[in-house]
């Protein structure tokens, strides 16, 4: 059964970190791009971060460049997002994502990707 799960989120205070992990089981994430997207309370899904099988491709959106990094693991079948200088506004349940390609054109689409994980929720308060 092909499975990705997130893990990793909780609730932490404004300027905090996290590290998401987005784990694969029954398929290798060897040749998948990745992407990472988030859905805040009554807002669409919106694409968070990309990268790409090989890892020589990465992109993020314009609201977490320069505080989010993503990473990957082949061999250990996992990808992470660091997040960093956390803002309330980074609440949200974030998903990972692989597509059935090594890379994809439109990084931060939903429609390039075919298979998600179900969330972690991150919550930032104080």
């Known amino acids: 059964q092909l499975q990705l799960v997130e893990s990793g989120g909780g609730l932490v205070q404004p300027g905090g970190s996290l590290r998401l992990s987005c784990a694969a089981s029954g398929f290798t994430l060897e040749h998948s791009a990745i992407g990472w997207f988030r859905q805040a309370p009554g807002k669409e899904r919106e694409g968070v971060s990309y990268?790409?099988?090989?890892?020589?491709?990465?992109k993020y959106s314009d609201s977490v460049k320069g505080r989010f990094t993503i990473s990957r693991d082949n061999a250990k079948n996992t990808v992470f997002l660091q997040m960093n200088s956390l803002k309330p506004e980074d609440t949200a349940v974030y998903y990972c994502?692989?597509?059935?390609?090594?890379?994809?054109?439109?990084?931060?689409?939903?429609?390039?990707?075919?298979?998600w994980g179900q969330g972690t929720r991150v919550t930032v308060s104080s």
């Open positions: 994502a692989a597509a059935d390609a090594d890379f994809v054109l439109r990084v931060l689409s939903r429609d390039e990707y075919a298979y």
């Open positions: 990268i790409s099988s090989n890892s020589r491709s990465i």
